[in-house]
């Protein structure tokens, strides 16, 4: 049985924003996946104790108000989440997350922030990880946004958000239901499920072995990008680090 064929430990976090280091969870979900189960589906709403920029509320739907009145305290909900994704790694169940070193090393922050040190380092060693956004551009690396005259099929075109990769693997993900956490990271699931089919080298038995070869891919990922940066006369600041940066 490869890894794929087994329970998953689905995660995905909404925020106040994109920085990692200086921004706040507002909702979060790990779901405890496993093929012929129902989903166990764990979640939080979280008040960040900060204001919640108009346009993150806008993408998730959960306004300062709301969390104010509804979330639970950063630092509860911090150590719940974390908790939660802890005792998946450990009964030996992967972390999946579609571009989850975001998600991951927004965890690791919160949790230096409100002085969970244990728990951030524990999150740091997160292994085995699989990443969708990194098997998505192993299993289709020049994939175009727009049709061009080699992809003329815009159902093959997208970018890598997590909408447009769903679309582009027929993984059910409305434009409604994206950017809910528990909606996110049960497409991420079925993300890598499909994905797992599409390489050879992707289906390997064993989740930590996955989990090295990422390392690998994403590092060479990241280096392209770079490239790529400094020939249109931009910095290359893009991270090589995974799963937590």
């Avoid at 002085?115 to 098997?135: C, Q, Y």
């Avoid at 989740?207 to 060479?220: F, I, N, S, T």
Wanted: net charge negative; with cysteine.
């Amino acid at each position: 049985m490869h890894w794929s064929e087994g329970p998953l430990a689905l995660f995905d976090l909404e925020t106040t924003g994109t920085d990692p280091q200086s921004d706040r969870i507002v909702t979060a979900a790990v779901v405890m996946d496993e093929p012929g189960c129902l989903p166990q589906i764990h979640d939080w709403l979280v008040d960040p104790g900060v204001e919640i920029p108009e346009g993150a509320s806008l993408i998730h739907g959960v306004t300062t108000e709301q969390a104010r009145a509804e979330g639970i305290s950063a630092a509860v909900g911090v150590a719940q989440i974390a908790d939660a994704l802890l005792a998946a790694v450990g009964s030996g169940v992967p972390v999946v997350g579609h571009n989850v070193v975001y998600d991951l090393t927004m965890l690791r922050a919160e949790c230096v922030r409100h002085g969970l040190v244990e728990r951030a380092g524990a999150v740091a060693a997160v292994r085995p990880v699989i990443d969708t956004i990194v098997l998505d551009r192993v299993v289709d690396p020049y994939r175009p946004k727009n049709p061009t005259a080699r992809r003329a099929d815009p159902a093959r075109c997208g970018s890598r958000t997590l909408v447009d990769t769903c679309r582009v693997w027929g993984v059910e993900l409305s434009a409604e239901d994206a950017h809910g956490a528990a909606a996110d990271a049960q497409a991420a699931g079925g993300l890598a499920r499909v994905l797992a089919g599409r390489r050879p080298e992707l289906l390997v038995a064993d989740p930590q072995e996955l989990h090295d070869r990422q390392v690998g891919w994403k590092r060479a990922q990241a280096e392209d990008f770079g490239r790529w940066l400094v020939s249109k006369g931009k910095v290359d600041d893009v991270s090589r680090e995974w799963p937590v940066a």
